[in-house]
C-alpha cells in the first residue's frame, strides 16, 4: 500500500507543480547590483556561496553548499565561523552600522541571499528576481536599523530555496544595540547561537532530500536534528546564568521546545528582538524562521547534571502521516532530544535576570491606516497548490490588496480557515467513507493506514489542515490578537500555550482555523517586498506573494 500511495501523490504532486509554473511568468532577471562609489561601509564583508565538505556523521564526509565569509573590513567579532559546521559564519553588526556584503555566487546554479529579519531597502533583501548566476557577485549595501535582535540569512530563490537552504547554505546573524548592552545580559561564551536543524543521510553519509512531491507538499522532515550543524549535540556550561539564543532553521519542522526535568523556559526575546519583560512558559512552539532568546541558569546546579532540552509531543499542527509516507523516523508530533547541556564547571557569580528587558512601542489605533479595513492574508489550497490570497508567486503580479503606501501601519488579517474534510474536488478522496478533521489529519496515526486510496485521499486532507509559518519581509510586526474557530480546541490550546506574541515578530505560526490580525509597519523603502509561507517547500511551491510599497 506504500507503493500505490506514493504513486498517488506523484500524481497529485505533477499537477500541482504544473498549476504552480503556468502562473508564473517567466523572470526579467535584474543586473547584478556592484559597489557604490559613495557608500561608506563601517563593516565590508564578502560572502562566498560554494560548495564543501565537512564531517557530519562518523567516516565519510558529507557534500554541502555552503557560506564561507571574509571580513575585508570592520570590528573582528562581525564574523565568527561556526566551528565543524556547514552552516555560514555568525555575524554581528550594530545597529547604525554601514554594512556591505559582496555575494559571489559559486554554485552551479542561480542563487540570492535574503537577511531575514533586516529592515532594508528592496535591492538588499534579496528578492528572487535579483538572483545571480555562478560567477556573478551582487553587492549588497543598507543601514543596519534594526534594534537588537537574532536573524537569519539564507536564500531566497523561487523554487530552489529549498534545496539551497537544505544543502548548507544558512546562517545567523545577530544586530546588537546600546538599549540591550545597558542590561549587561550574558555574552561571550555566555552567549550561544543554537540553529536547529533536521537532515537525512544516505548510507555514504550524504545528504538526501527523500520525499518527492509528497514532500514539496507537506515540506521536508529529516530523521536527524542537527543542532550548528552537529548530531547529538552537547555543550559543556558553568554553573551560571547563559543566553541560548535558538533559531529554527529548518524546512519544515516545528519545535516544542521544553526541558526534560520539568524546568519552565525563561523567554526574553523573539524574532524581533528583547521582550518587555521575561516570560515563563512549559514550552515554546517555534516554526521554521522563528527565534527565540531564553535566559537558562544553570547556577545552583551540580557539576556533572544534564540538562536535555526536547521537543516535546504535540497534535494539530502536522498530519503524521505527511512524515509517515516519506518513510521518517523522527516524527514531529513526537517527543525526541534536541541536545544535552552537561555542568563541567562550578562558579560563584551569575548574572541576574533584569526584571524589564526593553520598550516596545505598541501601536494605538490611531497609528493604523487601515484599521476599519484589514488587508487579507488568506491562506488555502486550490488546484492542488498552495496559495496566498487565491494565488501563487509570479513575477509583476501585485493585486490591489497587496498595494501599500509607504511610511504607514497596516492590519492584516491572516486566516486558515479552509474546510478540511471532503470534498476537495480532486478525485482524491477516494474511498473515503467519511470527512472531517479528524480522519484528514491529526488521527491518522491512530487509525493506520488504511488502503492506499484512503491514504491518498487522506492526504490531501491533512495537508488543508496543517499549519504554515507565514512570513513577511522588512519591519517585525505587533500580534494583536489571535481567534480558533477549528475543530480541535483541546489540541489548540496546548498549541497556544506555547506561542510568546508579546514580542515583535516577523514570522507568525497560522495553525488551521486560526484568525491572526497583526499591526506591520513600511516605513523608509518603497519597492517589492515579499511575503510567503516559510515552510521552504510550500515557498517554492508558490506560497509566496509579494507587497509593492508605493
Ligand atoms: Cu526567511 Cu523570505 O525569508
Ligand atoms: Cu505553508
Not at 550594530?94 to 535574503?114: D, F, S
Not at 519542522?253 to 519552565?264: E, N, S
Amino acid at each position: 500500500s506504500f507503493e500505490i500511495n506514493r504513486r498517488i501523490f506523484l500524481w497529485s504532486g505533477a499537477a500541482l507543480a504544473a498549476s504552480a509554473t503556468s502562473l508564473a511568468q517567466t523572470p526579467a532577471r535584474r543586473a547584478p547590483r556592484a559597489a557604490s562609489e559613495t557608500f561608506k561601509p563601517d563593516v565590508d564583508i564578502e560572502l562566498i556561496c560554494r560548495r564543501d565538505q565537512v564531517p557530519i556523521l562518523p567516516g565519510k564526509p558529507t557534500q554541502v553548499w555552503r557560506y564561507a565569509g571574509n571580513l575585508l573590513n570592520g570590528p573582528p567579532q562581525t564574523l565568527t565561523p561556526m566551528p565543524d559546521s556547514y552552516l555560514g559564519p555568525l555575524m554581528r553588526f550594530v545597529k547604525g552600522q554601514r554594512v556591505r556584503l559582496r555575494l559571489r555566487n559559486e554554485l552551479p546554479e542561480q542563487t540570492i541571499t535574503h537577511w531575514h529579519g533586516l529592515h532594508v531597502p528592496m535591492e538588499a533583501d534579496g528578492h528572487p528576481m535579483a538572483a545571480i548566476e555562478p560567477g556573478e557577485t551582487y553587492v549588497y549595501e543598507f543601514d543596519v536599523r534594526n534594534r537588537a535582535s537574532l536573524n537569519f540569512y539564507h536564500p531566497h530563490t523561487h523554487e530552489t530555496t529549498a534545496t539551497q537552504v537544505y544543502h548548507g547554505l544558512a546562517g545567523g546573524l545577530i544586530v546588537e544595540d546600546e538599549e540591550e548592552r545597558a542590561l549587561g545580559l550574558p555574552s561571550g561564551a555566555y552567549e550561544i547561537p543554537l540553529v536547529l536543524q533536521d537532515r537525512s543521510f544516505d548510507d555514504n553519509n550524504q545528504l538526501a532530500y527523500w520525499g518527492g512531491m509528497h514532500r514539496d507538499m507537506f515540506g521536508f522532515y529529516g530523521e536527524r536534528i542537527l543542532v550548528n550543524g552537529r548530531p547529538d549535540f552537547r555543550l559543556e556550561v558553568d554553573s551560571r546564568a547563559y543566553r541560548f539564543r535558538i533559531l529554527n532553521g529548518s524546512n519544515a519542522r516545528i519545535y516544542k521546545l521544553l526541558w526534560d526535568d520539568g524546568t519552565p523556559l525563561t523567554v526574553i526575546g523573539v524574532d524581533g528582538g528583547l521582550l518587555e519583560k521575561p516570560e515563563r512558559r512549559p514550552y515554546v512552539m517555534l516554526a521554521p524562521a522563528e527565534r527565540v532568546d531564553l535566559w537558562v541558569d544553570f547556577s545552583g546546579r551540580a557539576v556533572g547534571s544534564k540538562l536535555v532540552m526536547r521537543s516535546g509531543a504535540f497534535e494539530g499542527l502536522v498530519p503524521p502521516m505527511a512524515q509517515r509516507m516519506m518513510g521518517s523516523g523522527l516524527f514531529v508530533g513526537d517527543e525526541y532530544p534536541l541536545f544535552t547541556a552537561t555542568v563541567a564547571r562550578a562558579v560563584s557569580d551569575s548574572p541576574k535576570l533584569p526584571e524589564k528587558l526593553s520598550t516596545i512601542r505598541r501601536y494605538r489605533p490611531d497609528d493604523i491606516a487601515n484599521r476599519d479595513t484589514p488587508r487579507p492574508i488568506e491562506l488555502s489550497m486550490g488546484h492542488m497548490a498552495v496559495m496566498l490570497n487565491g494565488r501563487v508567486y509570479g513575477h509583476d503580479d501585485v493585486m490591489d490588496i497587496e498595494r501599500i503606501p509607504v511610511d504607514t501601519v497596516q492590519l492584516f488579517e491572516i486566516y486558515h480557515a479552509q474546510g478540511g474534510g471532503m470534498g476537495m474536488g480532486m478525485g482524491m478522496g477516494m474511498g473515503m467513507g467519511m470527512g472531517g478533521r479528524g480522519m484528514g489529519g491529526m488521527g491518522m496515526r491512530r487509525m493506520g493506514m488504511g488502503g492506499g486510496m484512503m491514504g491518498g485521499g487522506m492526504g490531501m486532507m491533512g495537508m488543508m489542515n496543517m499549519a504554515h509559518p507565514i512570513h513577511l519581509h522588512g519591519q517585525p510586526f505587533e500580534i494583536l490578537s489571535r481567534s480558533y474557530e477549528g475543530d480541535d480546541p483541546e489540541a489548540y490550546a496546548t498549541i497556544r500555550e506555547g506561542l510568546i506574541d508579546s514580542g515583535l515578530k516577523d514570522t507568525v505560526l497560522v495553525a488551521h482555523g486560526e484568525t491572526i490580525r497583526i499591526a506591520k509597519p513600511f516605513s523608509d523603502f518603497k519597492g517589492r517586498f515579499m511575503y510567503h509561507c516559510h515552510n521552504l517547500e510550500h515557498e517554492d511551491m508558490g506560497m509566496m506573494r509579494e507587497f509593492s510599497v508605493e
